[in-house]
T-cell receptor
């Protein structure tokens, strides 16, 4: 049973516009959430994270929003750049947990 | 800074053959993980380790074994490879899971024919 879900397999956005990637989770124990970026033939790399005590975390062009009541998080990329074209995975865990749970990924294409 | 290094990067096996994938990390991390990535399935956890000498099953452990004899190394073994094990395998390590990210290796593309 998939505890972390990314329901959009792909997303296309024009360069300079906002990209919004969504993620839903089912386990209310999760209290730490991460986004990873993956280029072809490379391993995933960490992008940004958020703990459940916050509802927003920013790092440059990347912002993650967390809605605990809806069990939903989103990653906003503003402005989107062609180099952002990659597969994005969201992941979740809890502070006393011992593994990460990953979504199925969303392939983002930023069109120049 | 090597980070997490996986060996080999590519391998083709015949059904029934065995092999070991090696993962090495130089960050002194306690936690190490083996994932497989398949189209439409995301990253699924095979086995993980919370410290030297310990291992535990993840979501899809069948057909795999692991060992963590040294803190920096985490080995994934396939005793009798099957075509269903054709996948891209990623090793990762982390300081903890609670408030720290995992660092991934570059992946091993395994094809079982």
């Amino acid at each position: 049973d998939q505890q972390v879900k990314q329901n959009s397999p792909s997303l296309s956005v024009q360069e300079g516009r906002i990209s919004i990637l969504n993620c839903d989770y089912t386990n209310s124990m999760f209290d730490y959430f991460l986004w990873y970026k993956k280029y072809p033939a490379e391993g995933p790399t960490f992008l940004i994270s958020i703990s459940s005590i916050k509802d927003k975390n920013e790092d440059g062009r990347f912002t993650v929003f967390l809605n605990k009541s809806a069990k939903h998080l989103s990653l906003h990329i503003v402005p989107s750049q062609p180099g952002d074209s990659a597969v994005y995975f969201c992941a979740a865990t809890w502070f006393t947990g011992n593994q990460f749970y990953f979504g199925t990924g969303t392939s983002l294409t930023v069109i120049p | 800074n090597a980070g997490v290094t996986q060996t080999p990067k590519f391998r083709v096996l015949k059904t029934g053959q065995s092999m070991t994938l090696l993962c090495a990390q130089d960050m002194n991390h306690e936690y190490m993980y083996w994932y497989r990535q398949d189209p439409g399935m995301g990253l699924r956890l095979i086995h993980y380790s919370v410290g030297e000498g310990t291992t535990a099953k993840g979501e899809v452990p069948d057909g795999y074994n692991v060992s963590r004899l040294k803190k920096q190394n985490f080995l994934l073994g396939l005793e009798s490879a099957a075509p269903s094990q054709t996948s891209v395998y990623f090793c990762a390590s982390s300081k903890t899971t609670g408030a720290a990210e995992a660092f991934f290796g570059q992946g091993t593309r395994l094809t079982v024919v």
